[in-house]
């Protein structure tokens, strides 16, 4: 839990400081979660679940600048796991809240996704490669039940006419750059000695705001009329 990890292009030491950019960008998440928090204010759409996924999504900017700048073990847990329990959170709290599934249907759905996070974390396994080989997406398969995930309520938000329809689709194309720019790290190394790490932050940052401005805008489950549509796609 202690051994230094060298993942990124930018790290060439231990040194707490060694990802200068990859560390800095976090502030990145930091600013999505008091975008998102002022705006959950100014939609008088304050609620516990709303309220646990910001701090969370603060989380993520804290647990992932740990891991910039300790670069060890435990400092990784702390980066990998707000990011799966703000997936988990936002899964549930858009089909409850949104779509209006119930209980029995939102657990489905909660269980399709943890089948594709397992199947990202096992790609290796899956495609018969040994545990030792490089990851051939450079560790993003982690993110694919996250990706069919946005993808799927993408479309639903498009097809279904809600507040700001596009909002969500813009998230899956910017999600889609993001795990680009993530994948492409190592790769850019001998061209570009940062990396693109920290291009992943800034664009992931955009992604989770703009998914729980999505939530928040729809929490009433129901398509608004005109004058109520046009305060909250302005607020």
């Known amino acids: 839990m202690f051994e230094s990890i060298d993942n990124y292009c930018e790290r ?3 040194a707490f ?3 200068p950019l990859n560390a800095v960008t976090n502030l990145a998440f930091i600013l999505a979660a008091w975008l998102a928090w002022n705006m959950m204010q100014r939609l008088s759409a304050q609620s ?3 309220r646990f996924l910001i701090a969370v999504l603060f989380s993520i900017g804290v647990g992932s600048f740990l891991f910039h700048t300790f670069a060890t073990g435990w400092a ?4 990998i796991i707000p990011i799966l329990v703000f997936q988990t959170a936002f899964l549930w709290l858009y089909s ?3 779509i209006q599934l119930g209980r029995p249907w939102a657990g489905l759905l909660m269980v399709a996704f943890f089948v594709l996070v397992v199947a990202g974390f096992q790609l290796k396994t899956l495609l018969g490669l040994s545990p030792d080989s490089p990851s051939p997406a450079n560790g993003s398969e982690m993110y694919a039940g996250a990706l069919v995930g ?3 309520l993408a479309l639903y938000h498009l097809l279904t006419d809600r507040v700001g329809r596009f909002t969500l689709l813009g998230a899956f194309a910017l999600f889609c750059l993001s795990l680009g720019f993530r994948t492409l790290d190592m790769a850019f190394c001998s061209v570009w000695p940062v990396g693109t790490h920290f291009l992943w932050h800034l664009c992931n940052a955009a992604v ?3 998914s729980i401005r999505a939530l928040l805008l729809n929490s009433s489950g129901e398509p608004l009329p005109g004058e109520e549509y046009q305060r909250r796609v302005s607020a």
């Open 12 to 14: 060439v030491g231990a």
């Open 17 to 19: 400081w060694a990802e």
């Open 48 to 50: 516990t679940g709303h």
């Open 76 to 79: 990784e847990l702390a980066d």
């Open 96 to 98: 409850r809240e949104v």
């Open 150 to 152: 946005v993808f799927t």
């Open 208 to 210: 989770l705001y703009l």
